[in-house]
């Protein structure tokens, strides 16, 4: 089990950069692939980015390819979004997530732990 725990959430214009982190707790934060996923309101919550559990392969949604970076630090149990070039669109509460066995990276319910996410508001 892994409790997580987001923060660096904020306000910041658009065409600015921000990162967010999700500090995990327990020693086996190694072994879960981890994503971020985020929920502007109004919509469902979506997915954003996701890595495996030492991150060799990583993956996007169209919407963030080439602006956003995902990364951890698994000495650190720290997970990471760099977020450049941020957007109005961009504006929503973003969740960390740890996977459960499914092979799938971009649908929720391959995760089985969330965090509580932290408030990205993008002006313009």
């Known amino acids: 089990q892994v409790q997580l725990a987001e923060s660096g959430g904020g306000l910041v214009q658009a065409g600015g950069s921000l990162r967010v982190s999700c500090a995990a707790s327990?020693?086996?934060?190694?072994?879960?692939?981890m994503a971020w996923f985020r929920q502007a309101p109004g919509k469902e919550r979506e997915f954003a980015a996701a890595i495996s559990r030492i991150g060799l392969s990583t993956y996007y949604a169209d919407s963030v390819k080439g602006r956003f970076t995902i990364s951890r630090d698994n000495a650190k149990n720290t997970l990471y979004l760099q977020m450049n070039s941020l957007k109005p669109e961009d504006t929503a509460v973003y969740y960390c997530?740890?996977?459960?066995?499914?092979?799938?990276?971009?649908?929720?319910?391959?995760?089985?732990?969330w965090g509580q996410g932290t408030q990205v508001t993008v002006s313009s």
């Open positions: 997530a740890a996977k459960g066995d499914s092979a799938n990276y971009y649908s929720e319910i391959s995760y089985d732990y």
């Open positions: 327990g020693r086996t934060f190694s072994t879960y692939p």
